[in-house]
């Protein structure tokens, strides 16, 4: 069954469409990531999944159904960002306990005993905390509310290098005793990929892929090598990214569509053949420009 | 996939529960708004004066908590127009939510809230009558006692009233949400109208409108009736107008 389905989905503000005819569906119990750069419409899209917004046309059902301003959504989802809200009446403990009440399927021991892990002041209210901790908190808030479909926008902001890494092992460890679907917004792809089985790539609105972790991991090979025997080579592939090295050589990023003999031939012309990790695919697949960065300072 | 059922009423009722929690600083306040209405009624509501003789100077000091309740009043307006605001509207939609049930629950908090501001208030009117004793140097204190009946009545009408501002607090702190225009527009209208009802006619056509609706019905039941179906309109209204804000962006 699909945990979230979308067809033709769009939002504008004003003129700029946020998403543009956006179609996924996305299978339960999957750990998934949106992956997009700044702006490119992931948190519109985790919005208008959440029943936060609603769209401006398309389709778009949440466990079968619409979820703006919907209970049942609302009871088997849980949306978390960095600009959560919570009162500054209440302490750590009072707020877990208020989610405990909230949320059936919360565990209110394991965010007591991650809340500790993490030391963080139970006494404390959530404003007085640094960024790194609230997210900490937030992290703790969503993971232990068990919900059926688990929403993280940018969840690590300000986290420091080992909190991550033990927020990715929680996060695996806990879906793994109790699946449920789990959708991460993130930039830090390289972090994720171990825990992750779907990314869902977006750019400007657009749907750039969908794939498994195992298809990305070989969707695009680098190949280096001098100029003309490149260009002779591949003159027909589907370029991702190009980079000048020096002034002989050139290093391509394309779609690996290649034939076994094609690699082969590659490989006896002296052209260095290299995998690219999902990271830098992703950053490729969404420049501006073919060259990247480089492509500004060469202009003069 | 196994998907938690979802009871309106018990979320409704764990979003109240909350709410009396988290919405703590309303109590505070309140305290802060009698403390000083009480204080400001100390001196007396009205003097009136002293019949003196060669034997004796009469001087009468009523006190009432008339201003108390004016202040909770105004108080439970403010509340009702802050929970309206982004900040208490989107940490709802932190936990199990949606609109209608965000709604009803911040009406059973000013309920609540009426219910709690009546009681202080109409405690205070025997804490006015201690610190009058203690501050001057009174011979008699004279108070009327009521039947039961007419302290429930007392009581109910007071929570009424109280509610009633905290009703027209929200519907107008959702106006406000919708567009902040109506922030400016609706005093400036209503303060407008106070000053140039008393400047041209001597009285003002919305106070003399609202009192003749609410504050002259000699029948208790007419009375809570009234009110009722003014709350209901009050509420329908802004249930119907939040409906137009985004849930949470």
């Known amino acids: ?300 | 996939m196994y998907l938690t059922k979802v009871n309106f009423w018990k979320v409704i009722f764990n979003q109240y529960c909350y709410k009396l929690k988290s919405y703590a600083g309303s109590y505070t306040s309140l305290v802060m708004v009698q403390l000083i209405a009480i204080l400001l009624s100390v001196g007396g509501m009205s003097h009136m004066g002293g019949g003196s003789s060669e034997r004796f100077d009469i001087e009468v000091s009523i006190y009432s908590h008339a201003l108390v309740l004016i202040f909770t009043m105004f108080w439970a307006f403010a509340t009702a127009i802050l929970i309206t605001t982004k900040a208490y509207r989107y940490e709802d939609f932190n936990f199990v939510t949606n609109r209608i049930t965000s709604n009803m629950s911040n009406i059973l908090f000013l309920l609540t809230i009426g219910i709690i501001g009546a009681f202080t208030a109409s405690m205070s009117f025997y804490l006015n009558k201690i610190i009058a004793l203690l501050v001057y140097d009174y011979d008699y204190i004279i108070y009327t006692t009521n039947s039961l009946a007419e302290t429930i009545t007392g009581f109910s009408s007071t929570v009424l009233y109280i509610f009633l501002c905290g009703a027209l607090g929200y519907l107008l702190g959702v106006l406000v949400q919708i567009n902040r225009l109506f922030g400016f527009v609706i005093p400036a209208l209503f303060i407008g109208e106070l000053f140039i009802g008393a400047s041209w006619y001597d009285y003002s056509a919305i106070v003399n409108w609202i009192s003749g609706i609410y504050t002259t019905e000699a029948s208790f039941f007419l009375f809570v009736f009234k009110v009722l179906a003014s709350l209901i309109i009050l509420f329908l209204a802004s249930i119907t107008l939040s409906n137009r804000l985004e849930v949470r962006r």
């Open chain 1, 1 to 300: 069954m699909n945990v979230i389905e979308t067809r033709q989905l769009t939002k504008t503000y004003g003129r700029k469409h946020a998403l543009n005819q956006f179609s996924i569906s996305v299978e339960e119990k999957k750990i998934t990531a949106l992956i997009g750069r700044n702006g490119a419409g992931k948190t519109t899209l985790l919005k208008l999944i959440s029943g936060f917004d609603r769209q401006t046309s398309g389709e778009l059902k949440v466990f079968s159904e619409k979820p703006y301003n919907n209970l049942k959504v609302s009871a088997n989802m849980i949306f978390i960002d960095d600009n959560m809200n919570l009162p500054s009446s209440l302490n750590l403990s009072q707020l877990l306990i208020v989610a405990n009440n909230f949320y059936d399927k919360f565990d209110l021991p394991l965010a007591e005993r991650l809340i500790d892990y993490f030391s963080l002041p139970r006494t404390a209210t959530h404003q007085s905390l640094s960024k790194g901790m609230k997210s900490t908190f937030n992290m703790i808030f969503g993971l232990c509310s068990r919900c059926a479909l688990t929403i993280f926008d940018e969840p690590t902001t300000g986290m420091d290098s080992a909190v991550r890494k033990d927020f990715y092992r929680a996060l695996l460890k806990d879906y793994i005793e109790h699946p449920r679907s789990i959708v991460l917004s993130s930039h830090l792809l390289n972090e994720l990929i171990d825990i992750l089985e779907e990314v869902i790539l977006i750019n400007k609105g657009n749907l750039i892929f969908h794939l498994p972790v195992e298809e990305l991991k070989s969707y695009a090979i680098g190949l280096e090598g001098e100029n003309e025997l490149l260009e002779e080579l591949i003159h027909s592939k589907e370029i991702i990214y190009k980079q000048h090295i020096g002034v002989k050589n050139t290093y391509l990023v394309i779609k690996n569509d290649l034939t076994k003999q094609e690699l082969v031939k590659l490989g006896d012309s002296g052209i260095k053949v290299t995998a690219i990790s999902p990271d830098d695919l992703c950053v490729h697949l969404t420049a501006e420009t073919k060259g990247g960065i480089d492509d500004v300072f060469n202009q003069g």
